[in-house]
């Protein structure tokens, strides 16, 4: 999945923000260093060649020159690319030029004696306008000025130009900088996500049960010292979880092996203390008592040693389903029929045919009802209905409810609610069971549930759902 913002972005939009600011910025300054250079020497060119051709007008021939001789002075400083003028006092020379270049300000700094000059846009037309005042020789070698301002104004079309041209390449050299960081970034984060892209799917295997899989360690950067702490951690995780299912599988076996060895001792014990249960009134009073709690410890290790035979068969992906198409709603009476709980109120069965295991169904709704009797208080009522793919049983107490310190742990092996109910006799795998009961039943992605909450009106409920055409397979059902 490509990301938007992610890092193939960043790090392009990185790249090219450094290689345009680095670009503008170089070629910004060699612009303006440029420029200033072609406008300089263009300025003190023309300014030399004035001055030149001003040393040619000396001495003055007439200290008070009419427009005559001012136009003279201008025909000696103009040339192919300049227009000239020349002013003294009021009169000015009648050659063509454009007067309003020359502003008051620049007259008033040629009169003080300065030569100046200045660059002007008129029109949209790049200008240089330079004046110098003309001086007269004093016998004692000083100088005045003569009251002559001569003014020279040409066109720096050609140097705009040439600084036309500059920037356009400066342009230039910025776009190629653009794409040749665009180019490198792509090589870059290439080099960079593909390492990566590698960790992140050697983590989804990872995450999907491929304990095995390795990185391709190249070099000795950063990120090769993250492949190889990723291979390390894989390995050590590898090494740890072969260890727990190691030990897992030897719990597993242990817990069916001792059942499995119970079950032939307590067959032959049974019916003796059965018989001492039947004799139990004709006994005394203490041996009475003891025959009757040892026959009912009998019975309840012989119902905790049958749960576990049936767990170790759930944790060995033994236990199977024998499905039938039967009508759900004569299940649950038979559950109940049997057991002779005619107190427990069948509200609303409706009449729901499935594709299920029917002893398994009756497993999780007589451990559900029996619960409710024993832990819960009157009535205790069973609802069943339907949909066109499920099956749902509902068990409902008026009892206190579960409390929510135990709602998550009420599903857990060997886990007993003491604080939120009475003390069980059980063996804490009830439940447990039902839920993998409910679990065997699967149709596709549909796989049976079972899950417990309390009832706004008060008392426990737990809701059975099966899927209405569930099938059969697994080990051999024993």
Same mark, same amino acid.
């Given at each position: 999945?490509?990301?938007?913002?992610?890092?193939?972005?960043?790090?392009?939009?990185?790249?090219?923000?450094?290689?345009?600011?680095?670009? *503008?910025?170089?070629?910004?300054? +060699?612009? !303006?260093?440029?420029?200033?250079?072609?406008?300089?020497?263009?300025?003190?060119?023309?300014?030399?060649?004035?001055?030149?051709?001003?040393?040619?007008?000396?001495?003055?021939?007439?200290?008070?020159?009419?427009?005559?001789?001012?136009?003279?002075?201008? +025909?000696?400083?103009?040339?192919?690319?300049?227009?000239?003028?020349?002013?003294?006092?009021?009169?000015?020379?009648?050659?063509?030029?454009?007067?309003?270049?020359?502003?008051?300000?620049?007259?008033?700094?040629?009169?003080?004696?300065?030569?100046?000059?200045?660059?002007?846009?008129?029109?949209?037309?790049?200008?240089?306008?330079?004046?110098?005042?003309?001086?007269?020789?004093? /016998?004692?070698?000083?100088?005045? /000025?003569?009251?002559? $301002?001569?003014?020279?104004?040409?066109?720096?079309?050609?140097?705009?130009?040439?600084?036309?041209?500059?920037?356009?390449?400066?342009?230039?050299?910025?776009?190629? =900088?653009?794409?040749? =960081? @665009?180019?490198?970034?792509?090589?870059?984060?290439?080099? @960079?996500?593909? /390492?990566?892209?590698?960790?992140?799917?050697?983590?989804?295997?990872?995450?999907?049960?491929?304990?095995? !899989?390795?990185?391709?360690?190249?070099?000795?950067?950063?990120?090769? $010292?993250? =492949?190889?702490?990723?291979?390390?951690?894989?390995?050590?995780?590898?090494?740890? #979880?072969?260890?727990?299912?190691?030990?897992?599988? &030897?719990?597993?076996?242990?817990?069916?092996?001792?059942?499995?060895?119970?079950?032939?001792?307590?067959?032959?014990?049974?019916?003796?203390?059965?018989?001492?249960?039947?004799?139990?009134?004709?006994?005394?009073?203490?041996?009475?008592?003891?025959?009757?709690?040892?026959?009912?410890?009998?019975?309840?290790?012989?119902?905790?040693?049958?749960?576990?035979?049936?767990?170790?068969?759930? &944790?060995?992906?033994?236990?199977?389903?024998?499905?039938?198409? !039967?009508?759900?709603?004569?299940?649950?009476?038979?559950?109940?029929?049997?057991?002779?709980?005619?107190?427990? @109120?069948? =509200?609303?069965?409706?009449?729901?045919?499935?594709?299920?295991?029917?002893?398994?169904? &009756? #497993?999780?709704?007589?451990?559900?009802?029996?619960?409710?009797?024993?832990?819960?208080?009157?009535?205790?009522?069973?609802?069943?209905?339907? &949909?066109?793919?499920?099956?749902?049983?509902?068990?409902?107490?008026?009892? /206190?409810?579960?409390?929510?310190? #135990?709602?998550?742990?009420?599903?857990?092996?060997?886990?007993? *609610?003491?604080? *939120?109910?009475?003390?069980?006799?059980?063996?804490?795998?009830?439940?447990?069971?039902?839920?993998?009961?409910?679990?065997?039943?699967?149709?596709?992605?549909?796989?049976?549930?079972?899950?417990?909450?309390?009832?706004?009106?008060?008392?426990? @409920?737990?809701?059975?759902?099966?899927?209405?055409?569930?099938?059969?397979?697994?080990?051999?059902?024993?």
């Amino acid at each position: 999945m490509i990301r938007w913002w992610g890092l193939r972005t960043r790090l392009l939009v990185a790249f090219a923000m450094l290689s345009v600011v680095t670009a *503008a910025a170089v070629a910004g300054a +060699d612009y !303006v260093q440029a420029r200033n250079l072609v406008l300089q020497q263009s300025q003190d060119a023309s300014v030399r060649a004035m001055t030149t051709r001003l040393e040619t007008l000396f001495p003055l021939r007439d200290p008070a020159p009419g427009p005559v001789e001012l136009d003279e002075i201008a +025909d000696v400083v103009r040339d192919r690319d300049t227009a000239a003028v020349a002013f003294f006092g009021a009169a000015r020379s009648t050659a063509h030029f454009p007067v309003e270049v020359v502003t008051p300000e620049l007259r008033q700094e040629v009169g003080r004696g300065h030569l100046v000059w200045q660059r002007v846009r008129p029109h949209g037309v790049p200008l240089l306008v330079i004046g110098a005042p003309l001086v007269t020789v004093q /016998p004692d070698g000083s100088t005045r /000025p003569s009251g002559i $301002e001569v003014y020279t104004v040409r066109d720096l079309l050609a140097e705009q130009e040439s600084i036309t041209e500059l920037a356009t390449r400066s342009w230039l050299i910025g776009g190629a =900088a653009l794409v040749l =960081a @665009v180019v490198l970034a792509l090589v870059a984060a290439r080099g @960079v996500l593909r /390492p990566v892209h590698e960790l992140s799917a050697a983590a989804r295997r990872m995450g999907r049960g491929d304990l095995g !899989v390795r990185m391709s360690v190249r070099g000795n950067d950063e990120l090769a $010292e993250v =492949a190889r702490t990723f291979n390390d951690t894989a390995a050590e995780l590898e090494r740890h #979880v072969a260890q727990l299912r190691a030990m897992k599988a &030897d719990a597993q076996r242990f817990v069916a092996d001792v059942s499995h060895e119970l079950r032939t001792p307590l067959a032959a014990v049974t019916p003796v203390t059965d018989m001492l249960d039947e004799d139990a009134d004709r006994l005394p009073d203490d041996l009475g008592a003891a025959a009757r709690l040892v026959s009912q410890e009998i019975h309840n290790l012989g119902r905790l040693v049958n749960d576990l035979i049936e767990i170790s068969r759930f &944790d060995s992906g033994t236990a199977a389903l024998s499905v039938d198409e !039967v009508d759900l709603a004569d299940v649950v009476r038979a559950t109940l029929r049997t057991r002779g709980w005619v107190d427990v @109120v069948e =509200a609303d069965l409706e009449a729901v045919t499935a594709v299920v295991d029917p002893r398994r169904v &009756d #497993v999780v709704v007589a451990n559900l009802v029996g619960n409710a009797l024993r832990h819960g208080a009157a009535p205790v009522s069973v609802r069943l209905h339907g &949909d066109q793919d499920w099956a749902t049983v509902e068990v409902r107490d008026h009892g /206190p409810g579960l409390d929510p310190d #135990v709602l998550p742990h009420v599903f857990s092996r060997f886990y007993k *609610a003491d604080t *939120a109910r009475t003390r069980s006799e059980g063996s804490g795998l009830g439940l447990a069971i039902a839920r993998e009961n409910a679990a065997l039943h699967r149709d596709g992605d549909r796989r049976g549930d079972l899950t417990a909450d309390n009832h706004p009106e008060g008392g426990a @409920v737990f809701t059975l759902r099966l899927p209405r055409r569930a099938r059969g397979g697994g080990g051999e059902d024993a």
